[in-house]
């Protein structure tokens, strides 16, 4: 092989592993830009959730001491049958302490993550 095709040859082989070493800088730059990105929804949610927990949850247990109300104000204490209220007559006290039960154990479990979140 002549010199000039090895120089050819040589450039050629320098110019593939400068493209590869861009795409990997570059893939590193994406990888640390989302990780960053991450870490400031996740700062976001922390300051968010204590503050979101705690004004629902006085309303979430007040709403399922009203579920547990109804529950044993209805004739039969099966579960069939306060299910089967509910359905009758889309009651406020029905429905809605279903859904704010659901709402307070939400809540507790973002309460329980973020009294556990790993510390910086």
Do not use: C
């Not at 010199?3 to 990888?31: C, D, G, L, Y």
């Not at 306060?82 to 309460?111: N, Q, R, T």
């Not at 329980?112 to 510390?119: D, G, K, N, S």
């Amino acid at each position: 092989m002549s010199i000039s095709a090895k120089k050819v040859f040589q450039k050629m082989k320098e110019k593939k592993e400068a493209e590869i070493e861009q795409k990997r800088v570059m893939s590193e730059n994406k990888t640390r830009n989302f990780m960053e990105m991450q870490d400031k929804i996740i700062g976001i949610l922390m300051k968010i959730l204590p503050a979101f927990t705690f004004i629902i949850l006085p309303f979430a247990i007040g709403a399922l001491l009203m579920a547990l109300l109804v529950f044993f104000v209805t004739d039969s204490l099966s579960i069939i049958e306060f299910f089967h209220v509910l359905h009758e007559d889309y009651s406020f006290p029905g429905l809605w302490s279903i859904g704010y039960a659901i709402i307070s154990s939400m809540a507790f479990i973002l309460l329980i993550l973020f009294l556990f979140r790993p510390r910086k």
